[in-house]
C-alpha cells in the first residue's frame, strides 16, 4: 500500500516561492510505475492537476503553471517536491500529492496541505 504526505508551509508571501514536499512509503518513486503528481484545490474550485513526474525522471506540466512550476525529486529520500514561484493569492489552495499508473488517474493520494499565499 502505498501511502504519501505532504510537507511545506501554511503561509507564504506574494512573490515568494513555494516548495512542497511529498513523502513516500510502501513504494519506490524510481521503481514503482507510477506518475507522482501534484494536484491542488483552490477555495470553492475544483481539483487542478499541476504536474508529475515518472518513474524514469521525466516531467510534465500544466501549461498555465508550466512557466512558474518545477517538480524534482530526492530518491535517496524517497521524495518528490513542487517549487511554485512568485506566489499570489490565487495560489492559495490546498495541495496534494498523488500516484497512479496514468497522469490523470490517482490511486494514491495525501491527504493534503493547506497554503495560504497573504502578506
Known amino acids: 500500500q502505498v501511502q504519501l504526505q505532504e510537507s511545506g508551509p501554511g503561509l507564504v508571501k506574494p512573490s515568494q516561492t513555494l516548495s512542497l514536499t511529498c513523502t513516500v512509503s510502501g513504494g519506490s518513486i524510481t521503481t514503482s510505475y507510477y506518475y507522482w503528481s501534484w494536484i491542488r484545490q483552490p477555495p470553492g474550485k475544483g481539483l487542478e492537476w499541476m504536474a508529475a513526474m515518472t518513474t524514469h525522471g521525466y516531467t510534465y506540466y500544466g501549461p498555465s503553471l508550466k512557466s512558474h512550476t518545477s517538480i524534482s525529486r530526492d530518491p535517496s529520500k524517497n521524495q518528490f517536491s513542487l517549487q511554485l514561484s512568485s506566489v499570489t493569492p490565487e495560489d492559495t489552495a490546498v495541495y496534494y500529492c498523488?500516484?497512479?499508473?496514468?497522469?490523470?488517474?490517482?490511486?494514491?493520494w495525501g491527504q493534503g496541505t493547506q497554503v495560504t499565499v497573504s502578506s
Open positions: 498523488a500516484s497512479g499508473v496514468t497522469v490523470d488517474s490517482y490511486d494514491y
